[in-house]
């Protein structure tokens, strides 16, 4: 069995379902929003102002956990997955297709993201994003368009290992909105390589911590990495 | 041709034995139903034919293939496990698109099985509209997309309306009748009877028939004759004269079993009976399955206290 038919059905599922593209949407929309929203209120020692413009991420990214998790969920609701793995018995094929399915419109929509945020917070720092430079820019919003993509596929693997969607969102977005908040202000040592901590690295024009912008995203991207072998694991392993 | 063979194929779930050495071939070219009381094992037997569940042990191939194997397994077998499985949010004709795509069946074919299974005006619908009829009818369409030689259907009169089972009993026949091997699940007798030409018969996860559906019938219900008269008495007395078995039948006449209505009918008249009907009654599936479970329950209950005996499997 070829692996591109398999991909064009699972491209065409999560095109097919509105609340996929809603997702998508709102992954642009409130990352920019709130960059927007923090950009008018940025002031303080630790300012940064590459991270000004892209604050918005910390909720951008609940849409793109929300996109990935969905995208994987759908299947486990009433028989799906036995009509899926019916139509494409090699499992691993099937849920590699379905990360491809995944990934590539939200690493797409990402990018748009980044630069996006990035347009819209510069234009309300006005004079205070003046010290970045265009390769700082740049890294950001290309760092940000991979760290979405990389967190919507953290949740599509996850999903998959706890064959609900519910779950996935009971502990992503807790961990995304409450924990990681707290833990953050405790900066150093372990907290650093959380996979959003470690992935946003790459959005601030200083770091501090014991990673920098890239070896920040590559550590996100070994989480991301071991969700979805996990994923695949537990859809390979067990009755459909 | 392509039959499904199931050899020797046992599923446990922990310490339940849904499935429990069982060995059947579903030929082409024929209905064969799918009988057994809920949680006797059709639907596991059926995932596991479909590779979706891992056997035990045992196995169960496709014209001598594992499911797996089949390179667009679309195209060789279509099911139907739940008719739940389109997402409600997608469209009917976004569902069946998903699936052509991923076995390279041409576009064209979505529309056709559309067609063929009635759901042409609302294929641009979500299916959450649908009512489960509808909904029946789409995973039948699924599982007609690949044109495949092998159909596997549970429970596919589930919500379906008095036409819709007229359509689906045509349709399986029409299934038997082009060559395709036809298995089709269900706990309803009647329906059954009225499609099936072979059965395969499932009690607790072992098998308890596999025969033609005639000979099923035949050999658990005996034919009676059903005779009502003005004088009932007068009748039962010249019966059991006569040697025959009777037992009261309903709205006052008698049923007489191991007799023919030609013999009855001669009888009566002979006595100068006055007879106000006269009828064969063929034994039903019904009547059939029935005598079967419950000779089922004995031996189950018996087994229990003693070494089981060994079942009867057709190799």
Same mark, same amino acid.
């Given at each position: 069995m070829a692996f591109a038919p398999v991909l064009h059905s699972e491209w065409i599922k999560i095109r097919t379902l509105r609340s996929m593209i809603w997702a998508l949407a709102a992954v642009v929309l409130a990352t920019a929003a709130f960059s927007a929203l923090a950009g008018l209120d940025s002031d303080g020692t630790d300012f940064d102002p590459l991270f000004a413009a892209f604050f918005g991420v910390n909720f951008g990214q609940v849409a793109a956990v929300a996109f990935g998790t969905t995208a994987v969920s759908s299947?486990?609701?009433?028989g799906a997955l036995r009509l899926s793995l019916a139509a494409v018995p090699h499992r691993g094929r099937w849920f590699t297709a379905k990360a491809v399915a995944i990934g590539v419109p939200a690493l797409a929509v990402g990018l748009l993201t980044g630069f996006v945020s990035l347009a819209v917070g510069s234009a309300v720092l006005g004079d205070k994003?003046?010290?970045?430079s265009a390769a700082e820019c740049l890294r950001g919003a290309v760092g940000c368009g991979v760290y979405l993509a990389l967190m919507a596929l953290l949740a599509a693997g996850l999903t998959a290992l706890l064959r609900s969607g519910l779950a996935t969102l009971s502990i992503l977005v807790p961990f995304l909105l409450i924990v990681s908040f707290v833990v953050g202000g405790?900066?150093?040592?372990?907290?650093?390589?959380l996979p959003d901590k470690a992935g946003q690295?790459?959005?601030?024009?200083?770091s501090d911590g014991a990673l920098g912008p890239w070896s920040g995203l590559a550590v996100t991207a070994v989480w991301t990495a071991a969700a979805l072998a996990a994923g695949a694991w537990s859809v390979r392993r067990r009755d459909a | 041709m392509t039959s499904i063979d199931v050899h020797e194929l046992t599923k446990e779930y922990g310490t339940t034995?849904?499935?429990?050495h069982l060995t059947f071939r579903v030929e082409p070219g024929r209905v064969t139903g799918f009988l057994g009381p809920?949680?006797?094992?059709k639907s596991t037997t059926m995932r596991l034919v479909l590779g979706l569940d891992r056997p035990t042990s045992g196995t169960a191939t496709i014209g001598g293939r594992a499911?797996?194997?089949?390179?667009?397994p679309l195209r060789h077998v279509g099911a139907l496990?739940?008719?739940? @499985? @389109?997402?409600?949010?997608?469209?009917a004709h976004d569902h069946l698109r998903a699936l052509a795509a991923s076995n390279r069946v041409e576009p064209a074919r979505v529309d056709e099985v559309l067609e063929e299974t009635g759901l042409t005006k609302v294929a641009?619908?979500?299916?959450?509209?649908?009512?489960l009829g509808m909904r029946q009818r789409l995973g039948i369409a699924a599982a007609l997309l690949g044109d495949p030689p092998v159909v596997l259907l549970d429970e596919?009169?589930?919500?379906?309306?008095p036409e819709g089972i007229i359509w689906i009993r045509e349709l399986l026949r029409r299934l038997a009748r082009e060559g395709r091997t036809v298995l089709v699940s269900s706990h309803l007798m009647n329906e059954t009877a009225s499609f099936a030409d072979h059965l395969i018969v499932l009690g607790r996860g072992r098998l308890l028939a596999d025969t033609p559906m005639r000979e099923f019938i035949h050999a658990r219900v005996q034919p009676r004759v059903r005779v009502r008269t003005t004088d009932t008495e007068a009748l039962a007395d010249l019966l059991t004269r006569h040697g025959y078995r009777t037992a009261e039948g309903e709205h006052g006449g008698r049923a007489v079993f191991d007799a023919r209505v030609d013999d009855i009918g001669r009888l009566a008249s002979g006595a100068g009976l006055t007879i106000l009907e006269l009828a064969p009654e063929e034994g039903t599936l019904e009547q059939a399955y029935l005598d079967l479970t419950a000779t089922e329950t004995e031996f189950t209950a018996a087994a229990s206290t003693s070494a089981a005996p060994a079942q009867p499997q057709e190799a």
């Open positions: 299947e486990f609701q009433g994003a003046s010290g970045l405790v900066s150093g040592g372990i907290a650093d390589f690295v790459i959005l601030h024009q200083t | 034995r849904a499935v429990d809920n949680g006797a094992g499911y797996a194997g089949l390179g667009e496990l739940d008719a739940q @499985a @389109a997402h409600g949010s997608r469209t641009r619908r979500r299916v959450k509209t649908f009512s596919p009169s589930n919500g379906l309306d």
